[in-house]
């Protein structure tokens, strides 16, 4: 009896212990990924980086972002990058840089970040690189 109580002690320690390291691993299923734009859509209307760019609005390649080891990220915008941080809990992202923190969702190749509610919501989506 004795030996099956210290077996099962065993056994919800080992659990326990491969959960901690399953949530501090989570973030590095994006390390070293980079994700560039790929559209947004604000107002209704969904606009593709390649019209952005024809357009002048922006350059090629100057909007995205970049997972590093340990929780690191870039996040370059209009070609400057920036250095910040993020984890990732099961498919919801959160972007900290320049003191701003942004949500988004990762979905496969994709990450979606959306901003504001209603008429004024902002979606940026971004494809693995």
Request: net charge negative; glycine share 12%.
């Amino acid at each position: 009896m004795k030996s099956m109580k210290k077996l099962s002690c065993l056994l919800a320690v080992i659990l326990v212990m491969a959960m901690a390291f399953t949530a501090c691993g989570s973030s590095d299923k994006l390390a070293g990924k980079k994700f560039v734009l790929d559209s947004m859509k604000m107002a209704g209307m969904t606009i593709s980086a390649s019209d952005l760019e024809l357009n002048g609005s922006i350059e090629h390649g100057a909007l995205y972002l970049e997972f590093k080891k340990d929780g690191k990220a870039i996040i370059s915008v209009d070609g400057e990058a920036n250095e910040g941080t993020y984890t990732l809990s099961g498919k919801n992202l959160t972007l900290i840089g320049d003191g701003e923190e942004m949500k988004g969702i990762v979905d496969g190749n994709t990450i979606t970040i959306s901003e504001g509610e209603g008429d004024e919501a902002v979606s940026i989506v971004f494809k693995k690189d």
